[in-house]
């Protein structure tokens, strides 16, 4: 036990928390801006499964990450547009299409690695940038500033978030057509073309959190977001449909699995056990869920498709 | 007033399937008035406004904005064209504030980024200018009813509307609210806009139109200016025939108090108390009115006497059994019938057909039993007598209910509830948005069940519904009884003050 308390391996678990929790929060990021505008996508673990396979199938391709990158983004857009043509424009039941679109990118993905490529082979992972000056703080250094870039991309994306919602027109008219689309409509506010947009955001950054998941890892397999993008969506709940809170769920998860992760490792979790750790994450999300998702009330028009009408 | 009018509109012909919502109709507004559309429910007033607004298209007949013929497909269209909607139901995002409500949809000074502190400014000025105060960096939700409604009205000026729709502005205020409004109202006119008021109280109607236009079954039935026009006037061409804007009344020996309250505490849905120590007394062969601007725990106190929610505190007696917290199905044994104010929501269920709606309660009666099947014959024999006697239209009585109109729908309750000998009746709303015929016709039977000897408890935001049923009259305002009086003793005035919380100095009892 007490080798688990030496600094160098804390600092290591809370590093490998922070990159640990990108993927999701990259994820729940761009589902929060799909909810505020009324708008459930459950479609998020397909698509960022369908990401992830597009970027570990390009770098192994290409053997350069940003590609891989950028193949997650264009799957991402491709996809996000997607769920917006059947959630908004078809208006289809959000609680039963996202499933659909999950399914596809289970399958698909999988079927397109075994086709394509068949037995695991690992590609070159993303490039660590130490952030000059901070870095070498102790303790935080190790544990903030030693990541890839994409890590910082993604911990941006939280202030950016919150001042497009809070501060910008296209913000309001978010927040607007996710409680009364009907008022928002009333004043030519176009809810669909929201709707369009935000899907899309949160397609895009499905599809980027997936890319980066497998390019972080180095790897990809069958179902290797292993449910992450559902945990995504719960993370929105938990954070309180505002970014800054999604992030904290996101680093509250990425730091319980990395925990557990190093307890395992080091073997003060028997091995026999080691299966009940590994849903320690996900228990802990949900009782979290439990007790915050009462203190907020989600956006009015949550799932509920608009026509103009009556 | 030979010059242009701001609006016409010419032969306007809707259709939508099954129903012909506006047969050729005509209508024009001049600046500087006040024209009234008139008419019941399902007249085609909301439809005609609609294809003003941009929100539906007419199938035939044009629309001339100052003398030029004008095509509004869309709400867009219609504010550009400086016309303005203050629909019935506020169209405001609760969650936003003042200064983003009246923002929504404008473009900004600042290109993507908003610019609320101009906004809020401007929103200021309004608002001295047309005595519409209001906090620009309040959030909607937090504001009172009648705030609402400023807010609605500054989002249009903000537009520069110089046409405005008021779809029944008046539903939801108090009296006094009504006045204030009626001036702010007054002095938009004065400046120069035309306004469209749509209402069916009356007297309103008449305090503050220039001209009325009136509309029954997608028909212009008549065209008036308010000099020449009564209210009985009025509903008779609403209706078409002649009617009774209040039931007669004779005198009924009055018995015990057959529903008692008494020190009623109940929470309401976001855990405030809505219902605040209440004291309550409705006795035999009496209508007590309870009268007060909505949201003010009417709700709350109906559902909880009908055992649709628990109290905090305190009690309540029906015909001397403590239903107290007890089920609805005690409370029913003890006597309660319940008429409640949402029709669709508590009152029927529309998938199931007439029949099944009116055996809701008695569906497991032995009556309507044999050998423990139903027994389809008795069943038919007992909903087709109650259709009959309460005048329900209804095509079969195997038609859904959600097929039927508001106020064959609330007839239809009524017939449910009365079939028992009730000693009490609670009657929510009970007119609330049914045609004049109907309501009409659930007054006549509100006032013979009285004559049967039941305690009637009316809840009721009409003043004119409360007045003309009313032994007595409660007034409620934030769960509390603020006095009950005399309906021979009392004035609209008094009863307005009530309303918005200030105790008369005598209460008669």
Not at chain 1, 95 to 122: C, E
Not at chain 2, 232 to 252: I, T
Not at chain 2, 443 to 451: I, M
Request: glycine share 10%; with cysteine.
């Amino acid at each position: 036990m007490s080798d688990f308390f030496t600094e160098a391996i804390l600092i290591a678990t809370f590093a490998s928390g922070v990159r640990l929790a990108v993927p999701l929060l990259l994820a729940s990021l761009g589902e929060t801006f799909g909810q505020r505008s009324g708008v459930l996508n459950l479609g998020v673990d397909g698509i960022m499964l369908l990401g992830a396979f597009g970027g570990y199938y390009t770098v192994l391709k290409t053997g350069n990450v940003w590609y891989g990158l950028i193949a997650g983004i264009g799957i991402g857009v491709l996809f996000g547009l997607l769920s917006a043509l059947i959630s908004v424009t078809l208006l289809a039941e959000q609680g039963i299409s996202g499933i659909g679109v999950y399914l596809f990118g289970l399958g698909m993905s999988d079927l397109l690695f075994l086709k394509l490529v068949g037995t695991p082979t690992p590609i070159s992972k993303f490039p660590k940038l130490d952030i000059p000056g901070l870095s070498d703080i102790p303790w935080l250094g190790g544990m903030f500033f030693q990541h890839s870039v994409i890590v910082y991309l993604a911990f941006a994306l939280v202030p950016l978030s919150t001042f497009v919602i809070n501060r910008t027109t296209f913000g309001m008219r978010i927040r607007s057509v996710g409680e009364n689309p009907e008022a928002a409509d009333s004043l030519g506010v176009s809810v669909a073309g929201v709707r369009w947009a935000t899907v899309t955001i949160g397609g895009t950054l499905a599809g980027v959190a997936g890319a980066t998941l497998a390019i972080d890892l180095g790897i990809f397999q069958q179902n290797l977001t292993n449910a992450q993008g559902f945990i995504a969506i719960a993370l929105v709940y938990f954070g309180a449909w505002r970014p800054i809170g999604v992030m904290l769920g996101s680093l509250l998860y990425g730091f319980v699995n990395a925990l557990v992760l190093q307890l395992k490792t080091l073997e003060v979790i028997p091995p026999d056990l080691s299966n009940f750790a590994a849903m320690a994450p996900a228990i802990i999300t949900i009782l979290a869920l439990v007790i915050v998702a009462r203190r907020f009330r989600q956006p009015t028009a949550l799932t509920k498709p608009f026509t103009r009408g009556t | 007033m030979a010059e242009t009018p701001m609006l016409e509109m010419r032969g306007i012909t809707k259709r939508f399937p099954g129903v012909l919502a506006n047969d050729n109709v005509d209508f024009d507004v001049f600046a500087g008035e006040v024209h009234t559309l008139l008419g019941e429910n399902g007249a085609g007033k909301s439809t005609l406004m609609k294809i003003l607004y941009g929100m539906y298209q007419a199938d035939e007949g044009e629309i001339l904005l100052n003398g030029e013929s004008v095509d509004i497909p869309s709400p867009t269209v219609a504010i550009e064209h400086n016309i303005g909607m203050i629909h019935q139901h506020f169209m405001l995002v609760d969650t936003l504030t003042v200064a983003e409500n009246v923002a929504l949809g404008l473009p900004s000074s600042r290109g993507f980024l908003t610019d609320l502190d101009v906004v809020s400014e401007h929103i200021v000025e309004l608002g001295e200018q047309y005595g519409l105060e209001i906090d620009p960096a309040a959030e909607v939700w937090q504001l009172a009813v009648g705030q609402k409604q400023r807010v609605e009205i500054i989002k249009a000026l903000y537009r520069e509307a110089r046409l405005l729709i008021l779809d029944e502005p008046t539903a939801v205020l108090t009296p006094q609210e009504v006045d204030q409004l009626f001036d702010t109202l007054r002095q938009l006119t004065a400046d120069g806009r035309g306004l469209i008021f749509i209402s069916h109280k009356l007297h309103e109607v008449l305090a503050l139109s220039n001209r009325i236009t009136v509309l029954r079954q997608g028909r212009v039935t008549g065209n008036t200016t308010t000099e020449g026009a009564t209210r009985h006037s009025l509903a008779e061409m609403m209706v078409g025939r002649e009617v009774k804007l209040a039931p007669d009344k004779p005198e009924v020996e009055t018995g015990g108090a057959a529903l008692q309250i008494r020190d009623l505490e109940v929470i309401g849905d976001r855990g405030n108390v809505m219902v605040d120590g209440l004291d309550l007394d409705v006795h035999a062969g009496e209508i007590l009115g309870i009268a007060g601007v909505s949201g003010n725990g009417q709700r709350e106190l109906a559902e909880t006497i009908g055992g649709l929610r628990q109290s905090n505190r305190g009690s309540i007696t029906i015909a001397g059994v403590d239903t107290t917290n007890k089920p609805p199905i005690e409370m029913r044994h003890a006597g309660l019938a319940y008429v409640p104010e949402g029709r669709m929501k508590n009152g029927s269920i529309g998938a199931f057909t007439v029949s099944e709606n009116l055996l809701l309660i008695d569906h497991a009666d032995d009556q309507f039993l044999s050998r423990g099947l139903y027994d389809f014959g008795a069943i038919r024999e007992h909903c087709q007598a109650l259709v009959e006697e309460f005048a329900v239209k209804t095509p079969t009585l195997e038609t859904p209910v959600k097929s039927l109109s508001g106020g064959n729908i609330q007839k239809l309750i009524l017939a449910r509830e009365l079939s028992g000998t009730p000693q009490v009746l609670i009657a929510s709303q009970p007119t609330r948005g049914v045609d004049i015929g109907a309501a009409e016709y659930i007054h006549k039977r509100l006032v013979e069940q009285r004559e049967e000897g039941t305690a009637i408890l009316v809840i009721s935001e009409d003043l004119d519904e409360v007045f003309a049923l009313s032994d007595r009259i409660a007034v409620i305002y934030e769960g509390q009884i603020m006095g009950v009086v005399d309906p021979a003793d009392a004035t609209r005035e008094q009863l307005g003050l009530m309303m918005a919380g200030i105790r008369p100095e005598s209460v008669a009892d």
